[in-house]
């Protein structure tokens, strides 16, 4: 990975305690990790300053665990960008699935979803607990397809102000590696996996089922990401509208060769053959409740960002059709 010094000890100044080594591409002396607060609530986010740089992404033929999904290697140049700490919680997520009524202009049919004042779409009512029965407070939020993460990064530009997205499959593998070139951003040793990720070694409950934990409880990798394997996969951006979905970092029911850094899984049908809608709702995966996502901003987006709202919002308290059997409250 090349290295650019001058802007690497501006950015290890800025940034105490991330990682060295790594290429600098800093659009200015005010790119630092920041936290965000969602406007008329009490929620917050930390986004973590990644600094740019070139990147083989992919994994070599030989790659122990590699699957016919990954992608082949090649070399590509990533520009600095802001990744979220963490994936994106039920607190954050729930203000956009249950938004206030009173924003909302028109329901439409089920594909297009619940359209507000400022023409952004909502999904439909999730199909039984939204949860899914995989923890609530302090849980990833899970469940939904493509459309609805790529929703939901619209409607937080729009409160925040601050254009928020997914990443892309390139930004996502060298946030990732954070520097590294093993198939594991940790090494080569499988049996650190249980530090880093929870996958179906580590993510067992009570019951002796493999499912989701609590955000953050795991070591996080050198760029100070937590759970970027394992725990649910992460929605990557389409390069173009033909290509099928894809999340990356593996899951909770993953095997330890699933938190390789150039493991990818991509979008099938199966994933929401359990809907009993007709047609089958583009909003939420009926058969995939390992999928979530983890928001990323530009750090040279110069376009002009939206006005953050300012009202005071009342809080809308969410509407499950079944209750949660989840003890973490």
Known sequence: ???HIGALLVFLVLNAGQPSGLAADLPNDGFKSYTQKMPGSSVSFDMVAIPGGEITVGSPANEAGRDK???PQKKVTVKSFWMGKYEVSWAEFLPFVFVDMSEIVRNTNKLEGR???DGISHP???????YRERGEKGYPALGFGYPTACQYCLWLSKKTGVKYRLATEEEWEYACRAGSTTPNFWGNDAAQAKE???FKDNSV???GRETTQPIGKLKPNKFGLYDIVGNIGEWCQKSSTNQP???RGGTFESGVTGLRSASRMIETEEWNEMDPQSPQSIWWLASADFVGLRIVRSADDTAELPKPESKKEVPVSPIVTSPSTDKAK
């Open 245 to 247: 979905g894809v999340i």
């Open 196 to 198: 880093y990720g929870w």
């Open 115 to 117: 359209v507000d004042k």
């Open 124 to 130: 439909t009512a999730p199909y039984g607990s939204v």
């Open 1 to 3: 990975m090349t290295l």
């Open 205 to 207: 409950d009570d019951t």
């Open 69 to 71: 999904s990954d992608l």
